[in-house]
């Protein structure tokens, strides 16, 4: 169409290009160029508060050090090993908790749920995800710890950060599931119903299938989500350091410590927190970038 | 022939299966609101909402709590509102298609909204606090949550430009309109409510964010006198209380029941505001 490539596409200077629009443009441009330079310049001055850990202390010292003692003197123990267990654990454990309640939420709203029921669950979805994390983190404190502290002490346990996060997920995972799962769904229902196949059949052999990038995309960026969390897991992990034995464990995670630690670090544990912050954003910027690229290809296809 | 019935097992145990995952999200739901809400609305008041937190918060109200949050968020919304709308009136308007820069652009905000928010915050303290030397401030929590909302900002205000058909800029093209009255009169009118959800989600994420602020705005109670103050948002509040203040709990419910109630009718209005801009979207491809 000729029309859709007006957009973008700059008129005569002879009739409705005037001057003031010139300066409009470079006014816009420069918003646009602010606006795209941002995330350039959070990568660099992370990276430049990084750079004396990376440079005095090194990425070897930070994986073989056996404990992180940062402040110590003389000499401070940066073993990041506990760290970035508590966040790939805790991670994960919420990320396989919240899939299969969110993937089979998403197949009710989509094939089972009465039409005002499941508007109702995706309203209900939308409403969780604007929850504070920092509420979410608060009602684990006084709910979720109390229970688990019952059942095994202290209560602050990776358990807690676990369900705590799992429910902070869901509505990214299922929502995105939802919208994978409805743009496959009519037609496709109506076929396959034509030619006989049951319900569940179309369900799991088809529709689940068919949306299955969809699904991992939701999941990635959920994990995603996971990983870069803080107020939650500070509040209902207990924070200390070390390889948990097992789920009832007190854990602390790369963003519990920055956020523990960032208010009284000085010079070199300072420079080794920006560190873990660029490890963050690198483990963050991966798995979302995983998920666009699957995004993609689910639009090829 | 042993199909049918295995398929319809299978469809049996799917709803149900279905059924009880989406009653138990809907129950930890419940379960979060009408734990915080009941138990935090017993100790709302109007002294409450206007009075000074004392002994650490767990006396006084959260008024000055209350004010340093507003600031903060009026901050955070001068500096995101116009790049963002800027941006994204570029990227939609003027930005030729296949453009390099656009795509740039483009591809950065969609890594900036990766950000963890933390991050945002120890950003926000090196260029922000130290760099430009405005110190734990108001302006600087502001400024920091203002770079973590831009991508949202930009993303549905590029959605509302995107959804003002083609017919408007080829008339005004065709009438020598200049782009500028183009943009005033016509596009962004016609696109306001893109704006509009943009920036109540915005807002409904920068009132959520307490890990961004916490080295930026800091912690300080007192009734801030400019925007170079510390003050302590809402969220930043509850987490003091929750981690730092022994038997600060029922406060804390206070206040996240204040924060909760907010946020909650902030998301509802946007979803009734997308909704309603959507059924028009549709009305019209029908016609």
Redesign the interface.
């Known amino acids: 169409?000729i029309?859709?490539?007006?957009?973008?596409?700059r008129?005569p200077r002879s009739?409705?290009?005037?001057q003031?629009?010139d300066w409009?443009?470079r006014?816009?441009?420069a918003?646009?160029?602010?606006?795209?330079?941002?995330?350039?310049?959070?990568v660099l001055?992370?990276l430049w508060?990084a750079v004396p850990a990376l440079s005095n202390v090194g990425p070897v010292r930070f994986l073989a050090d056996s404990d992180w003692r940062p402040t110590s003197s003389p000499t401070p123990q940066f073993g990041m090993l506990p760290l970035l267990a508590g966040s790939a654990i805790v991670t994960l454990g919420a990320v396989l908790v919240a899939t299969?309640?969110?993937v089979?939420?998403a197949?009710?709203?989509e094939?089972?749920?009465p039409q005002p029921v499941a508007w109702l669950?995706r309203?209900?979805?939308?409403?969780?995800?604007?929850?504070?994390?920092?509420?979410?983190?608060?009602?684990g404190?006084?709910?979720v710890v109390p229970l688990i502290n019952a059942w095994q002490p202290p209560g602050q346990s990776l358990l807690a950060g676990t369900l705590v996060l799992a429910?902070m997920l869901?509505p990214t995972v299922?929502l995105s599931a939802d919208a994978a799962l409805h743009s496959i769904s009519g037609d496709l229902q109506r076929s396959a119903a034509a030619l006989g196949?049951?319900?569940?059949?179309i369900?799991?052999s088809l529709a689940v299938p068919l949306a299955r990038r969809g699904i991992a995309e939701g999941v990635l960026l959920g994990a995603?989500r996971a990983?870069?969390?803080?107020?939650a897991v500070?509040?209902v992990c207990g924070n200390i350091v070390q390889l948990p034995s097992s789920v009832f464990d007190p854990v602390r995670t790369v963003?519990a410590n920055?956020?523990m630690e960032?208010?009284y670090a000085t010079a070199g544990h300072r420079s080794v927190?920006?560190a873990t912050?660029l490890v963050?954003?690198l483990a963050?910027?991966t798995?979302?970038a995983v998920a666009?690229r699957l995004r993609h290809q689910g639009a090829r296809t | 022939m042993n199909i049918k019935p295995r398929s319809a097992l299978m469809d049996r145990a799917t709803q149900t299966v279905g059924w009880l995952a989406s009653l138990m999200i809907a129950a930890m739901f419940g379960w979060l609101v009408f734990d915080i809400l009941p138990h935090g609305v017993q100790e709302l008041s109007w002294t409450f909402l206007t009075d000074e937190p004392s002994d650490a918060g767990r006396a006084g109200g959260i008024g000055t709590v209350l004010v340093s949050t507003l600031l903060v968020l009026a901050v955070c919304l001068a500096i995101a509102v116009p790049l963002g709308v800027g941006t994204a009136v570029w990227l939609s308007e003027f930005a030729r298609p296949g453009s390099r820069r656009a795509a740039a652009v483009r591809w950065s905000l969609d890594l900036l909204a990766t950000v963890p928010s933390i991050v945002f915050g120890m950003f926000g303290m090196v260029v922000f606090c130290q760099m430009l030397r405005l110190g734990f401030s108001i302006a600087a929590g502001g400024l920091t949550l203002g770079c973590m909302i831009l991508p949202l900002v930009v993303q549905t205000s590029f959605a509302g430009l995107q959804s003002v058909p083609n017919e408007l800029r080829a008339g005004a093209a065709a009438l020598a309109i200049s782009r500028r009255a183009t943009l005033q009169h016509l596009l962004l009118p016609a696109a306001l409510h893109g704006v509009v959800v943009g920036v109540l989600l915005g807002l409904g994420r920068a009132a959520a964010e307490t890990a961004a602020l916490i080295f930026t705005s800091g912690y300080a109670t007192r009734m801030p006198e400019s925007l170079l103050d510390s003050g302590r948002t809402a969220s930043v509040h509850i987490y003091d209380l929750a981690m730092n203040v022994p038997r600060g709990a029922s406060r804390a419910y206070a206040t996240a029941a204040v924060l909760l109630l907010v946020l909650l009718l902030i998301n509802v209005v946007a979803t009734v505001l997308a909704d309603r801009w959507l059924q028009r979207q549709t009305a019209r491809s029908f016609r």
Do not use: C, H, K
């Open positions: 169409m029309l859709s490539r007006l957009r973008g596409l008129p009739n409705s290009w005037s003031r629009d409009l443009e006014g816009l441009r918003t646009a160029a602010v606006s795209g330079s941002v995330v350039l310049l959070i001055f992370v508060q299969p309640l969110a089979f939420s197949v009710l709203a094939f089972y749920a669950l309203r209900l979805l939308e409403l969780l995800n604007g929850v504070p994390s920092v509420v979410f983190g608060f009602w404190l006084v709910v429910l869901i299922a196949i049951g319900r569940g059949a369900v799991w995603a990983v870069g969390e803080t107020m500070v509040i963003t920055i956020a960032m208010s927190l920006f912050g963050l954003m963050t910027g798995l979302a666009g």
